[in-house]
């Protein structure tokens, strides 16, 4: 849908589940966009968190953003539901302690009113939070995808492509419901395009839903879900899987490596076992 008969509406989707102070950005960054023809639509997926309404309330007096309401069923369930609620033939998916660049809409969108054959343009990604650094997003192939996840979230997707897959499946409300999303794009020939430039910020917090996947188990259990799930893709594939599995542990490996040999890591690991032989020492009978 063209909101004016010649620019396409973008529609930015938001679930939100007791964000706290860090939706103000992720709205104010979503609704200053250089891109004007843009809607914000937000699903409350049952917060509770006072700070969260307070900020929900006030964006429902904002022209360009609308809310809905549901309980508390998961980002996958919350992201469907905005969907159905959006008008654009652009979605653009947002999680709520996250933001972007102001240009993100416009360069991502030019890549796919350029190319009708690509179904996702997405970009570089700047950690903050309790990471740092940047993401360098990989390739939308699914070979690719069966070994990790490649692409962020906030990815700009025809919203026949959504129709495509059948939306996100609500059977990952832990995590993982946005790898399954573009591996089962990718599977029904979907193609995407990476802008090279970091236009997307992604916050990790000391709680949240990310952090509950990393306890013992959880992860491995999300892991064999996925691929029951992709079982087919997985078995024709599986030597390419395991090989860039095998390459993701050993690169792992080797960043630990050079950090543990890093100049000031070393005398601090040094100066650590200097101070426990001299404690050991004065204990010594």
Request: aromatic residues 10%; hydrophobic residues 40%.
């Amino acid at each position: 849908m063209a909101s004016n008969g010649s620019r396409p509406l973008v529609s930015v989707v938001i679930p939100v589940f007791n964000a706290g102070r860090y939706l103000r950005t992720a709205l104010r960054t979503a609704t200053s966009q250089n891109y004007p023809e843009l809607e914000v639509v937000v699903v409350d997926d049952g917060s509770t968190e006072r700070t969260t309404l307070s900020i929900l309330q006030r964006a429902t007096q904002q022209r360009a953003v609308t809310v809905h309401r549901t309980p508390n069923r998961g980002p996958a369930a919350a992201r469907n539901l905005a969907i159905e609620h959006a008008r654009g033939s652009y979605i653009l998916p947002l999680d709520a302690d996250d933001y972007l660049d102001p240009r993100y809409v416009e360069k991502t969108l030019a890549v796919l009113e350029r190319d009708p054959q690509l179904g996702v343009a997405y970009t570089w990604v700047g950690l903050v939070g309790r990471h740092h650094g940047v993401w360098r997003t990989g390739g939308f192939s699914v070979v690719e995808l069966l070994t990790r996840n490649t692409v962020h979230v906030t990815s700009l997707y025809r919203r026949a492509l959504w129709a495509d897959v059948g939306g996100y499946d609500p059977g990952f409300a832990e995590a993982f419901e946005d790898w399954d999303f573009w591996l089962s794009a990718a599977r029904r020939g979907w193609r995407g395009q990476c802008v090279p430039e970091v236009l997307a910020y992604y916050r990790r917090l000391h709680v949240g839903r990310e952090v509950a996947t990393r306890r013992s188990g959880i992860r491995a259990s999300l892991l064999r879900r996925l691929i029951a799930k992709h079982r087919e893709a997985y078995e024709l594939a599986l030597e390419d899987a395991l090989a860039g599995m095998h390459e993701r542990v050993e690169t792992a490996g080797n960043v630990l490596e050079h950090f543990y040999h890093f100049p000031p890591i070393r005398a601090a690991r040094w100066l650590r076992e200097r101070l426990w032989q001299l404690r050991q020492g004065r204990h010594a009978p």
